[in-house]
């Protein structure tokens, strides 16, 4: 089993950055690929980020292309999610999803494990 468990949401304004972590244990590479999701209030959940543990290769969604950023330490068995220039369309709860599918243009389908969500407000 995979257990992951997000962190580093908050309130914050347009314009500002925040760094999500997603802290992962028992079999995390049974995981080959990591994600980012987010569901905002009245909309469904839709991708946003994937790398894989084995490679530095990355897949962005384009409404957060250029601004966002994912990466993984191995060894921490962590991904990250560094997302600058926040809008307040980016507020939403964003969800760390591991996958066994090789794929980065992930779909809600291809996930194996979910974490319970971040809660990121960019707001005025």
């Known amino acids: 089993q995979v257990q992951l468990v997000e962190s580093g949401g908050g309130l914050v304004q347009p314009g500002d950055s925040l760094r999500l972590s997603c802290a992962t244990s028992?079999?995390?590479?049974?995981?080959?690929?990591m994600g980012w999701f987010r569901q905002a209030p009245g909309k469904e959940c839709e991708f946003v980020a994937a790398?894989?543990?084995?490679?530095?290769?990355?897949y962005y969604a384009d409404s957060v292309r250029g601004r966002f950023t994912i990466s993984r330490d191995n060894a921490k068995r962590t991904v990250y999610l560094q997302m600058n220039s926040l809008k307040p369309e980016d507020t939403a709860v964003y969800y760390c999803?591991?996958?066994?599918?090789?794929?980065?243009?992930?779909?809600?389908?291809?996930?194996?494990?979910w974490g319970e969500g971040t809660l990121v407000t960019v707001s005025s």
């Open positions: 999803a591991g996958s066994r599918s090789n794929g980065l243009q992930l779909s809600i389908h291809d996930i194996d494990y």
């Open positions: 028992g079999s995390t590479f049974s995981s080959t690929t």
């Open positions: 790398i894989r543990w084995s490679s530095i290769i990355t």
